[in-house]
């Protein structure tokens, strides 16, 4: 079953992170929805853990993150609670992009 569901996100060219539940998951949701504008963002609740996708790049900034959680924030704190991913990711001290990027 697993493996239908990533070859359907594949076949969709959803991205984003698959946190493991944690303080930070709802700030996460809220910096996603706000950081990608126009995007319709989904969120996959499975109790411990939680995907968090959209199509073609999804982006987190720190500073929207700091804003939702209410105290300083590094984005290494991210990926400690990053289970998996779905698409390609770039980190960085400012923000993470989770993308897809086409091979021919």
Do not use: W
Not at 50 to 79: H, N, Q, W, Y
């Amino acid at each position: 079953m697993s493996h239908d569901k990533t070859a359907e996100a594949y076949r969709n060219n959803r991205v984003g992170p698959v946190l493991r539940a944690s303080p930070i998951t709802s700030a996460v949701i809220e910096a996603a929805e706000e950081d990608n504008p126009g995007k319709q963002i989904r969120v996959d609740d499975k109790l411990a853990y939680v995907r968090i996708d959209c199509e073609g790049e999804l982006v987190l900034r720190r500073e929207t993150l700091e804003r939702a959680l209410g105290r300083p924030f590094k984005m290494s704190e991210l990926e400690l609670n990053l289970g998996s991913f779905a698409g390609r990711i770039e980190t960085g001290d400012e923000q993470v992009r989770f993308y897809y990027e086409k091979t021919l």
